[in-house]
């Protein structure tokens, strides 16, 4: 399960994301729709950790914080 609350993310002249919260639950499946620009792009990359948010949390499996790191080739 992963969560993320109240997340802020902005850059030179532009706030693609203002507190902006999402529960997703184990098995679960979403779909992540926008208009160009209107931050679904940087939504992943937060959640990803590609990009930190500059305010607000993301907690993956209860724990708040960086996500994990993505295994590599024959990683579990």
């Known amino acids: 399960m992963f969560v993320m609350r109240g997340i802020v993310k ?3 002249g532009v706030r693609p ?3 902006v919260d999402l529960d997703v639950r184990a098995g679960e499946g979403h779909c992540l729709l926008g208009r160009n620009g209107a ?3 940087t939504l992943i990359k937060t959640l990803a950790g590609a990009r930190q948010p500059d305010e607000g949390t993301v907690t993956v499996g209860g724990r708040e914080g960086d996500p ?8 579990p």
């Open 10 to 12: 902005q850059f030179p």
């Open 39 to 41: 931050g679904t792009s």
């Open 17 to 19: 994301l203002e507190g």
């Open 68 to 75: 994990p790191e993505p295994a590599g080739p024959g990683q």
